[in-house]
């Protein structure tokens, strides 16, 4: 298997290094424009091979024409949010459109039949814009599987149980209008509302979906961006393509919603396997599902912005 990340920036490098350590490729090429950064990363990765007694082939190019036969090509470059900046994710669509756009069109011919999964924010539009110049059949979003990771920390923090013994998922766009889907939460298998009842633990769900959406800008704030929660989510996105494991993640696909001329990439719990199978939304509250609606609304007018800065 032979995963290509392109983009080694902070994102990307704890994301390649994951992905490896977790046995996923045999091959794994990293590609970035700055001069000398994927060279010395994956010199970097080598040495961890030795560690660990992998025999994974490490490759790294400048161009991400160079990028050749990847079964999977992740896509982290771009611009990031700023640390101390308010802005949102959707504030870097413009400029990461471009890149994208660029990637796109450059791989796609040397990569044929290669699975696209996008990283880059807003990540739902720039998923669409890889699908439009890659023509690719296989893009996804990362979409709000992050988030999905951080409510049930929060979950379980707040109910005092093993994360372990947590399922739920959030959905719609990665950013502003993320929606908590409750009616995926389950603790020991029992349905949440059901589970406050009988344990007469209080659960503040303002609290843990506020949690959600503004845990991010804490960490970019202080640290400068996101590294190990995104690395393990995307990590286990891999995990189910390559492995075909049917494990049900929140990541966006296309999705045909009323009033919006082309799919839209939306996140709502998905069996992630080699091919991209049928989701849940019709197994959402009619809540649930008008909040994702709202979110594709969103996601939409972002990749019209986009595409009109790059047209």
Known sequence: MHVAQIGTGRVGRPTAYTIMCAELADTLTVCDTKPGLAAAFAEE????TASVKLDVEIGSCERDEEVSGADIILISAGEPRAPEVKMSRRDLAARNAEIVKLISEVTSPRNPGAKYVVISNPVDAMAMICKRYSKAEFVISTGTNLESLRFRSRLAG???????????????????????????????????????????????????????????KVIVDNIGGTEYGPAASFRDIVRGIVRDTKETLSIATPTKFNGIPEPVFVSVPIQVGRFVRSSSYGFLSDTEKKGVAVSAEAVYKTYLMAIQAIE
């Not at 990765?45 to 961890?48: A, D, E, I, N, Q």
């Not at 509302?193 to 209080?202: A, E, F, H």
């Open 45 to 48: 990765l080598r040495h961890v």
């Open 158 to 216: 707040m109910l005092e149980v093993p994360v372990s013994k947590v399922q739920g998922w959030v959905g719609g766009e990665h950013g502003e209008s993320a929606i908590a889907l409750w009616s995926t939460v389950k603790i020991n298998d029992v349905p949440i509302d059901d589970y406050t009842g009988l344990s007469g633990k209080i659960l503040q769900k303002d609290a843990i979906e506020h949690y959600v959406k503004s845990v991010s």
